[in-house]
């Protein structure tokens, strides 16, 4: 009954249930990314620089090519997937922390229930 007067055993069970929430989603949205992109490559979205008739060659290489470059489907894909894996490894990181808690909470519980203290002997009696 003490461990449940311990302040870390809740809060390393909510912990645990934030990590694991965190974890599943991290694996399941970033499956379907991966799965995404190993279908092959995925179209751009963006026109075509020859739609751009006011515009050079140069100019187009100069202005429009930085723009161009990483702004693909599979590059966006990528940016979610790498996204996913952080949310993953934070959730494990978080069951981790929680774990910890709950742990040292328990333990705190069962080392002052085995060796009261003097001031819990004279409340106690």
Request: glycine share 12%; aromatic share 10%.
């Amino acid at each position: 009954m003490g461990a449940l007067r311990n302040p870390l055993l809740p809060v390393g069970l909510l912990l645990i249930i934030l990590g694991v929430g965190n974890w599943w989603t991290g694996a399941a949205r970033g499956h379907e990314y991966e799965e995404l992109l190993a279908r092959g490559p995925l179209p751009a979205n963006l026109a075509d620089f020859d739609e751009f008739q006011e515009l050079t060659a140069r100019t187009n290489a100069m202005l429009l090519n930085p723009i161009q470059r990483g702004s693909d489907e599979s590059t966006f894909a990528n940016a979610k997937l790498d996204f996913y894996k952080i949310v993953q490894s934070g959730g494990r990181v978080l069951v981790l922390m929680g774990l910890f808690c709950a742990a040292t909470g328990i333990f705190q519980a069962w080392y002052r229930q085995r060796h009261p203290t003097r001031g819990d002997v004279e409340l106690g009696a």
